[in-house]
């Protein structure tokens, strides 16, 4: 069985949870803060400050940027719950928009639609891995949360996706670009924003009291982080690689591969295309031991009920997410496409 995700830990990532296991030092300590610098280093950001869950990450963006009761929250309908969750949290208003049908990401044009006095933050998820249009997101003047959870290594013009925004929250989920089992992380340049994440994030021993969380990284986690961050360049040339040979062999038989906007490089955390019948689609690709997905369960404007999302509901009506990571193996990728041009 082909599965439609796979962890890549080595030997390396191993020995350095292991190192933090045999220390006995397994709360946020040394490890956590050298994910940190390393991190923003990477990015290209001055601050980081790791937290639980990319969910964690988002919750406390949001609250550092001081959105609550009263503010509006926009963000696109094609994305998972979490981020709706997170807009709950703080229990503010969301918004949701419709999305862009060629790059999945949430559309500028209806971001401007969508804005009023009340709104405080647009979160922006770069899907799949592709930049979202940050020039036009970024000239409308809101403040701006990129969503990288899907994006790590992504860049807009030459800009690492999560240097672009006000703030910005990264996953350390086990099937994200970069595999801590659980994690997140939230950037800024602004260090008041990111001295107030900091504070947020832990509970204890605090001068004064108002709502804080028990959002903290492990060491044991941040270990594995570190040492993925190590390996990014080389996960994503291989995603790459793959993505090329499946454009090659798929251009002739799916309407669409997926679309790169000059100044944008898409690092293919999902490889989506469209396909007439998903559930069928989805079901004949297993019977021949692959396992592909729906990229997103289902969009967040049909879980509120709400009408309209024109582009969100044609794309989630076609969209299959077909396996891409690292470790997958040139000869499964030619078997892949095989058997997605047999189907169609
Ligand atoms: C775009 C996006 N944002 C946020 C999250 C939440 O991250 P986590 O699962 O680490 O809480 C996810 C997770 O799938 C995601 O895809």
Sequence with gaps: MITHSKIVLDEEDIAGAADVLRSGLLVQGKAVSSLEEEFASFIGVRHAV?????????????????IGDGSEVILPSYVCTALLNSVHY?????????????????SAKQIEKA???????????????????????????????????????????????GSLGRISIFSLYATKMLCAGEG????????????????????????TYTLRYNYKLTDIQAALGKSQLKK???????????????????????????????????????????VDDPTGFIDKMREKGIVCRRPVFKPLHR??????????DKVWS??????????????????????????L
Aim: with cysteine; net charge negative; hydrophobic share 40%.
């Design 232 to 274: 990014l360049p080389s996960f994503i040339a291989k995603r790459r690689k793959i993505a090329g040979l499946y454009n090659a062999g798929l251009e002739q038989v799916v309407s669409r591969t997926p679309s790169v906007p000059e100044g944008r490089e898409h690092i293919y955390y999902r490889y989506v295309i469209p």
């Design 184 to 207: 997140g992380l939230i950037l800024s340049d602004d260090p008041d924003l990111i001295t107030r994440a900091r504070d947020l994030r832990d509970y204890d021993e605090k001068e």
């Design 90 to 106: 703080v229990r503010a208003t969301p918004v949701l928009v419709d999305i862009d049908p060629y790059t999945y990401n949430i």
């Design 318 to 343: 076609k969209a299959v997410s077909v396996p891409i990571y690292p470790s997958l193996e040139e000869k499964d990728a030619h078997r892949i496409v095989d058997a997605i041009r047999t189907i």
């Design 303 to 312: 879980y509120l009920n709400l009408p309209g999302y024109e582009f969100t």
């Design 50 to 66: 790791a937290v639980s869950s990319g969910t964690a990450a988002l919750h406390l963006a949001l609250i550092c940027l001081g």
């Design 115 to 161: 804005i009023s006095k009340k709104t405080g933050a647009i979160v922006v998820p770069h899907m799949f891995g592709l930049p979202a249009d940050m020039d036009e997101i970024l000239s409308l003047g809101i403040p701006v949360i990129e969503d990288c959870a899907q994006s790590a290594g992504a860049r807009f013009r030459g800009q690492y996706t």
